[in-house]
Structures are given as C-alpha cells and as structure tokens.
C-alpha cells in the first residue's frame, strides 16, 4: 500500500529504529514510547488491523506472533511484558496496518483487562 505509513517503514522509505527483521516480520522503536520498552512488530505484507485476518492471510499474524517472544527476549524482558494491538477507530487504532505493540521494561500498572 503505498500511502500506508508502516509499508514505508518496511520498504525503509521512512526510517526507524529497526530491532528485529526476518523474511515476513517487521519490528522497530516506537517514536512515542509509552513505556521504556515500546516496540511495533508488524508483517511486511499489508493487513489492515485483525479484523482483516482470515484463514488466507493469517499466517502473517503468526510469523508476528512468533517473533515477538525473540524480541522480547533480546531486549532482556524476562520480567514480562504486554502485548497490544489496537483494531479500529474505538481502540484508538491510528495506523491502519496490523502492529503489535510490544510495551515492558516496567510494571505495567492499570490493567485494562
Ligand atoms: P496505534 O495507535 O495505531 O495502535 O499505534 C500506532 C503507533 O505508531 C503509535 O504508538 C505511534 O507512536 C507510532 N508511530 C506513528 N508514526 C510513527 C513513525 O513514523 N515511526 C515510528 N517508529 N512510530 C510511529
Ligand atoms: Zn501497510
């Protein structure tokens, strides 16, 4: 997609701070961290949000999904960490490209569930 912010960061159109790259996943430093961990994990194909995932396409959920315990352990969060991925305009979702946040390095307090 070519006016899709996070395809950019993939294609390295737009730079970022890159923490982990394989054949199908994306991960990198979020500009606005929300906690001293925040990192994005996204599939280098286009999906829009989970709510597009289908039994064709949700194989790019798993290479994430995968990836994430990796990162998890390369950035030395063994105390824990949460995982967050916002769908739609009611979760406050502001880029519409299925991401992962990936938020640690300190407890993380108010539950939301
Ligand atoms: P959402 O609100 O869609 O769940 O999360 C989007 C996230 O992308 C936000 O946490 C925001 O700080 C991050 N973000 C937005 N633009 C950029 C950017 O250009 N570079 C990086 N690294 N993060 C971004
Ligand atoms: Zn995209």
Redesign the pocket.
Known sequence: MSDC??CK?VAGD?P??KVYEDGNVYA???????APT?I?VVPKTHVASLDDVTAENSALAARCLEAIPKIAAAEGLANGYRV???VGDD??????HL?F?ILGGRPMGERLV
């Open positions: 912010l996070f960061i737009i970022s701070t990198f430093r979020d500009i606005n961290p929300q925040h994005l967050i991925s916002n979760a406050g979702q502001t880029v519409r991401h946040h």
